[in-house]
């Protein structure tokens, strides 16, 4: 086990050193010279040559690359070219706040996703699967921007029970924020909610055909014991793994979502950068991003491993 | 309460199948009686209704349907207890050990887990104390280690491993019956072998009744008092084992043994027999005996009329499904080895390499 989390953790490793590559190769390529969208149309020669010396913009490309992963490893983001300010805290902030929403989405969404799916598999081809599963599939259907703005105007204008607006303050506690990650968090649970709904209703019909299941039933077991203890221990397994895997999603993902409601997560904050040509902030959230994927998918692997006794990680 | 004879007595027993072309006989008018710690062999070829009967027994049909007769067990009528009583009959009255153990055990459980929780779920033990006791009935079933194997899973054991972890589990509750549907038949030769005589202890040493279900004449002989031979769903023969080994009744029954080598004889003189054509699909059943296309005794009243089951000896209790069993009993007329001998003369050309007991099981052309 110590031995695979170890190998997995140098793929990881060269997994954003790759990325890094890209990013880095990416930003040099887009059109525009960095020193004249910092200090704009105005700027004399004299001032762009100097800048240009400042931050090492004349040096090799490769020497470029090294500095900048170097500063990047050691915390040293640098400063946002749009509002001046230090990049490193932005990005945790925004981070926090993503992960606050993310953890209110899941928990709103695997229950009702999981029993949901759980009830569906249970009775298949009958008439709750059927409901269960068209109602999923139509939700799933629509997009983020329409279930979001729909809700809006459910929750908010008409019922007036909970914010439109989720522009929560920097320093806003997780118990403040509450009430004004509901919506967005419903919204994102609407778009997971069919998709891990049907993975558990799979993962239990094929399941309930094992042998395993007849053992169980033959040997005089009650009906919850059944379904709780041998059929969901392994119909929710690959459940888990995506759960997990959806995690790097809500923490970067939720552009669409975050933009509707005014939340200031990482995907807000990637737009802006875009919005602004903000290169120094660009590639620190898209690397923050590809990190968030990749140790979400680390996560899920190693839970698929730990609970699926059938997996030799050596 | 009706007074039946028997622990289980399975009475006019017919089972149907759904399908595209209606229902579907797969069993028909089978009765069967099993004694306390009787050990009774269910005979019968691939699609003959032997694990239709055995599944139906337990009430734990998937497709098919009852539609006639009775289960009788312990006086209580199974096919029309309500379901929720079935819970205190599974696992505690009646267990049953499947075909393949590999799939039968959940993957994902420890092995000493999947033992003690049919202890808690019956015998009320506490946690503890059934871990205990699941470790000592993998000792019981000669499992070297059993502490490590109780923290197992499924997957780490070997095929005979995991069939006696199957066995410990269905004789935990010291149930008064047992079903084997097949335990053998995925296991090598000498697994199986070590498996039957593990079997064939237990049940001596606790009067535990048994059905035997499988295809394997051999394993009959060395596991059950009394066997049932099945064709087509229907019950064609039915005696004690040493009784029907010395002296088939029924033209079947012939051809089954004579399909499988005798022991002591050499290779060079074997000559299989086999039956020749095949078993009737469902829902293409002839008129008369089920058997008849393909009796070497056949006549004209065998393809007119279905014989009913007869009493045969009345002592030992043998029947016998066949018009013309009063004449293979008396030998008269040549009726049976003149039968034996024509179908070897079609069917019996090839050699085959001798195997103890039958236990190849491609040892003919078409499967005990």
């Known amino acids: 086990m110590t031995k695979y989390i170890i190998r997995r953790l140098g793929f990881l490793a060269l997994t954003l050193l790759l990325t890094s590559l890209i990013v880095f190769a990416v930003t040099q390529l887009l059109p525009g010279d960095v020193a004249r969208i910092v200090l704009g149309r105005e700027a004399g020669e004299e001032a762009l040559a100097a800048f240009r010396e400042t931050y090492g913009l004349n040096d090799p490309l490769p020497v470029q690359y090294v500095n900048w992963l170097g500063n990047f490893l050691s915390g040293n983001w640098g400063t946002s070219i749009s509002t001046r300010t230090d990049i490193f805290p932005t990005v945790m902030q925004r981070l926090r706040n993503s992960a606050m929403l993310a953890v209110v989405t899941l928990m709103i969404s695997v229950p009702l996703a999981v029993i949901l799916g759980v009830i569906a598999g249970l009775n298949e081809d ?13 939700v799933v259907g629509l997009p983020e921007f329409v279930t979001g703005l729909v809700l809006i105007e459910l929750f908010a204008r008409r019922l007036d029970w909970l914010p439109a607006n989720s522009s929560i303050r920097v320093d806003a506690t997780f118990a403040e924020a509450l009430p004004m990650l509901i919506l967005p968090a419903l919204t994102a649970t609407l778009v997971l909610l069919a998709y891990i709904a049907r ?9 309930l055909k094992r042998p395993y299941v007849r053992t169980a039933i033959l040997k005089g077991l009650p009906r919850r014991t059944v379904i709780v203890k041998h059929v969901l221990r392994n119909a929710l397994l690959p459940t888990i793994t995506v759960i997990a895997i959806s995690f790097g999603w809500l923490i970067s993902g939720l552009i669409v979502i975050e933009n509707v409601f005014n939340y200031p997560g990482i995907g807000r904050l990637l737009v802006f950068s875009i919005d602004r040509r903000d290169l120094p902030t660009l590639q620190a959230v898209t690397m923050i991003t590809v990190l968030g994927f990749a140790i979400a998918n680390l996560i899920a692997d190693l839970l698929y491993a730990a609970l699926n006794p059938r997996i030799r990680l050596d | 309460m009706e007074s039946k004879p028997g622990l289980l007595h399975v009475e006019d027993l017919t089972v149907a199948y759904h399908t595209g072309a209606g229902w579907l006989e797969a069993v028909r008018d089978f009765t069967l009686t099993i004694a306390p710690g ?20 337990m009430r734990y049909l998937r497709n098919g349907r009852s539609r006639q007769g009775a289960v009788w067990f312990n006086g209580r009528n199974l096919l029309t207890l309500p379901p929720h009583d079935m819970a205190h009959i599974w696992g505690k ?16 459980l420890r092995i000493g887990e999947q033992i003690a929780e049919v202890l808690r779920q019956h015998l009320h033990l506490d ?3 059934a871990a205990a006791r699941a470790i000592a009935l993998l000792d019981m079933v000669r499992i070297p280690d059993p502490p490590r194997v109780a923290a197992s899973y499924p997957h780490q054991l070997s095929g005979g491993m995991q069939q006696r972890v199957m066995i410990a589990m269905a004789l935990s509750t010291e149930p008064p019956l047992l079903i084997l549907d097949e335990p053998t038949t995925n296991l090598d030769v000498t697994t199986q072998a070590a498996v039957l ?9 606790r009067q535990t009744a048994v059905l035997y279900v499988t295809h394997n004449l051999g394993v009959v002989a060395q596991v059950c008092d009394r066997v049932a031979v099945l064709y087509a769903g229907e019950l064609v023969e039915d005696a004690p084992t040493h009784a029907l080994y010395r002296q088939p009744l029924h033209p079947y029954t012939q051809g089954l043994l004579d399909s499988v080598p005798q022991l002591g004889q050499h290779k060079a003189q074997i000559q299989l027999a086999a039956i020749p054509g095949q078993i009737p699909a469902l829902g293409q059943r002839p008129t008369g005996c089920v058997f008849a296309p393909r009796c070497p005794l056949a006549v004209e009243i065998c393809h007119a009329e279905r014989p009913f089951l007869d009493t045969a000896a009345a002592e030992n209790g043998r029947f016998v499904r066949c018009h013309r069993w009063p004449e293979i009993a008396a030998g008269e007329g040549g009726v049976k080895k003149e039968g034996r001998r024509e179908r070897k003369r079609e069917e019996g050309r ?13 040892c003919c052309r078409w499967r005990i």
């Open chain 1, 126 to 138: 009958k008439l709750a699967d059927n409901v269960i599963s068209i109602a999923s599939l139509a």
């Open chain 2, 197 to 205: 005589d593990l079997l064939r202890e237990l049940i001596a040493a």
């Open chain 2, 93 to 108: 009255e009646i267990s049953f050990v499947p075909q393949d153990p590999l799939s039968a055990l959940n993957p994902s």
């Open chain 2, 350 to 362: 090839g050699k085959r390499r001798r195997e103890e007991g039958g236990e190849r099981r491609d």
């Open chain 1, 199 to 207: 993975l558990t209703r799979a993962g239990v019909v094929e399941e």
């Open chain 2, 127 to 129: 946690k503890k104390s």
């Open chain 2, 38 to 57: 009787q050990t009774y062999g269910l005979v019968g070829e691939s699609g003959s209704g032997k694990s239709t009967i055995a599944l139906t027994i």
